[in-house]
């Protein structure tokens, strides 16, 4: 577990630094490395059955899917688990992760390559919201599900379909060419740092009323 969490760090802190050249690059108006060798092939995609695919993906994580989700999923959670807490923490986790989506997007005002709106795709780009805030809804679902299953096997196949999931919501943006791929790419490791931040909070509280209950 230690050395997990040791690769976890690293890896983040990498991310981290080479997010932070992308956005001082982004702010000067130049266009990351990244994103000048993924743009050609943006362009083979219109017209074929890819794109359509990922163009339906994407409506999982728009506001207007994602709101009524959130509201449900909380209810769920407090019924699930008998307990407040689960379902206020998923609520608020993901309404505090889209106002910090805002605001970077508000710090860094990136222009989106295209404009879309019956695909939720107006405003700034950067970091994708469509990346960081459904890693936090979905991974907070397969996390509080994980903890009511008993089978490895099952929890093994919770965890891999909704990292399928949010892997695909994040990538559909980029293929349908609203975002660049190094908004995606920082939507990801943001909403993932929100994530474990999320389900650290929870499990804190969890310890603090075990403590006061003894």
Known sequence: MKK?????????????????VWIVRIVRGELPFVDQWTRALVDTFPDTFIYTFFRGITNLGSEPFMYPLTVIIAALLIILYRDWLPGVLFGLGIYATHL????????????????????????????????MIPIV???????????KIKSSTVVLFVQIFFALLVFSIGISR?????????????GFVFGYLCLLGLIYLYELIQRIRTRSQD
């Open 4 to 20: 997990r969490h040791i690769v976890q760090t690293t890896f983040l802190s990498v991310m981290l630094a080479i997010i932070g």
């Open 100 to 131: 910090l989506n805002k605001l970077m997007k508000y710090l860094v005002a990136r222009e989106r390559p295209t404009i879309m709106v019956e695909a939720n795709a107006i405003g700034e780009s950067f970091p994708s919201g469509h990346a």
């Open 137 to 147: 809804c979905y991974g907070l679902i397969a996390y509080f599900l994980a903890k």
């Open 174 to 186: 980029y293929v349908i060419n609203v975002h660049y791929l190094t908004d995606i790419v920082a």
